[in-house]
């Protein structure tokens, strides 16, 4: 889908000049491309930090025509949600924003309703999940809540006005909760809803990516609820000023070019980069590569397709209906601020096909051979990995019992795995394994996201229900050999 949306024209709050001029008048003209983005949200890390750590701005940036003669004031600025973003956009601070698909519709609805001198416009894709995955629920690791249900009565803290927002208000609704009697809702940024969990201040945390992974990875919160469970789509963006995308057209293509290189990057390199976001993020690599890694949470479409579209319509209507949007907009409305033109020209430009980069980002999963017995990995969602502590790459297996088995051999070497990951069976989401269920029949090993998931396949199946520690008992005294690290 790619409907074009142009707003006013105005000089943004750069100084500019007119595009008429030639390049002769450009000494000391001056172009400010301010960019927000969220570091510690590892769906824009790919649109963020890359771009702006690597330089990959610089490098497109245009220096001949009108822009010959002139200098660039690239200006990066972060923050722990989108709608302080959409604040500064407001105040033409900001000229270009990252944000998830909650944040991303208020901002665009702000702009029709209150900006004069300009419009939104919804120009990309960063990263989404079709089913929801990234935004989470969690609780203290020592909490007795397993569900929803057991949160009747406590304090829920999300910041307020992001993508987790909006989702744990679907998601109590949906439980027959009412947000505003059954629940204290309190408004809290990530740090500090992560040091509420370690003291004990509230029952759960909501909040989006990363930190439904990284809090449990960290080893002080148990996820409880995955937004994966809506079904509802979900995703992280790119928003620009109307008049800036109006003067600067090739300015906006320019930025899109170093999204889609880093989106190159991160693929052919996802534990490398994956370590580089951590440098600048503080954000673990291995929950960098769990959202964005192959077989990943999150995957890296930068195009604005159908699933797209519907996750920005369903938050317009889910907040429409909790009553978020002061003056409600028809969801449909939605496709008259999206503008994926910059985009194509981006990949034409580039020498990219259209239909190959969403190829490209589908196809992107767990593959090659297993490490332990050179088998060929047919299934993704049944394969498994673990990351050995000190390794570059991490070592990919077909199966979950292979992974264990392997996992014993390292143990017995004295040598560790910093993270082993699985896959849901039921619907192939990936999961860190010491959080997960399994389902073991002899060799054939199933992993769950939910106990309940377990618990019914178990049933059906005959088999046994355990937790990682008891499915690696049943591997410890096997020494198996590997044939070497596929990865």
């Known amino acids: ?124 894709t960063l990263a989404y999940s079709p089913s929801g995955a990234g935004n989470a629920i969690v609780v203290p690791k020592d909490s007795k809540a397993t569900s929803l249900a057991d949160l009747k009565g406590g304090t829920v803290s999300v910041p307020f006005g992001s993508a987790a927002h909006g989702m744990v208000l679907k998601a109590l609704a949906d439980a027959g909760l009412d947000p505003e009697t059954d629940v204290k809702l309190i408004s809290q940024a990530p740090e500090v809803g992560g040091s509420s969990l370690r003291t004990g201040q509230i029952d759960a945390h909501a909040d989006f990516v990363p930190f439904g992974e990284l809090f449990p990875f960290r080893g002080f919160a148990r996820k409880i609820f995955d937004g994966a469970q809506t079904g509802v789509p979900t995703l992280h963006g790119i928003v620009v000023r109307s008049d800036f995308a109006e003067q600067y057209p090739e300015v906006v293509v320019a930025y899109l070019k170093a999204v889609l290189e880093a989106n190159q990057m991160f693929q052919a390199d996802p534990e490398g980069i994956s370590a580089q976001i951590e440098d600048w993020s503080g954000v673990e690599k291995e929950v960098v ?108 297996f077909a199966s979950i019992a292979n992974m264990v088995k392997a996992l014993s051999t390292l143990q017995n070497d004295g040598k560790a795995a910093d993270v082993m990951f699985v896959h849901d069976y039921n619907k192939g989401w990936k999961l860190f394994a010491e959080n997960a269920y399994f389902v073991s029949n002899g060799d054939q090993v199933a992993a769950f996201l939910l106990q309940s998931d377990a618990q019914t396949y178990a049933s059906k199946t005959g088999g046994q229900m ?5 499915l690696q008992d049943l591997y410890a005294d096997r020494q198996p050999v590997l044939v070497g690290a596929q990865h």
């Open 1 to 124: 889908m790619s409907v074009v949306f142009v707003g006013a024209c105005s000089s943004g709050g750069v100084d500019a000049g007119g595009d008429s001029a030639g390049p002769e008048s450009n000494s000391g003209k001056v172009i400010r491309v301010a960019i927000g983005t969220q570091d510690q949200v590892i769906n824009t890390a790919v649109g963020g930090a890359t771009v702006r750590e690597l330089h990959l701005l610089e490098k497109y940036l245009p220096t001949d025509g009108k822009y010959k003669g002139v200098k660039y004031d690239v200006q990066w600025s972060s923050y722990t949600s989108g709608p302080p973003i959409t604040n500064k956009m407001l105040a033409n601070q900001i000229d270009i924003g990252l944000m998830g698909d909650f944040p991303a519709v208020i901002n665009l609805i702000k702009f029709q309703q209150e900006a004069k001198d300009a419009d939104s416009i919804f120009i990309g």
């Open 289 to 396: 590569y769990m959202f964005l890694g192959p077989s990943g949470l999150q995957p890296l479409d930068p195009t604005i397709g159908e699933v797209q579209v519907s996750a920005l319509k369903n938050s317009i209507a889910t907040l429409t209906s909790l009553g978020k949007i002061e003056k409600p907009v028809d969801p449909e409305e939605v496709v008259n601020w999206i503008d994926e033109s910059y985009l194509r020209t981006a990949m034409e430009e580039l020498g990219l096909d259209y239909n190959e980069v969403i190829a490209t980002a589908e196809a992107y999963q767990i593959k090659g051979k297993d490490a332990l017995t050179g088998e060929d990995i047919k299934d993704p969602k049944l394969a498994a990995q673990l990351w050995v502590q000190g390794d570059e790459k991490v070592t990919n």
């Open 466 to 470: 355990t937790a990682f520690r008891g």
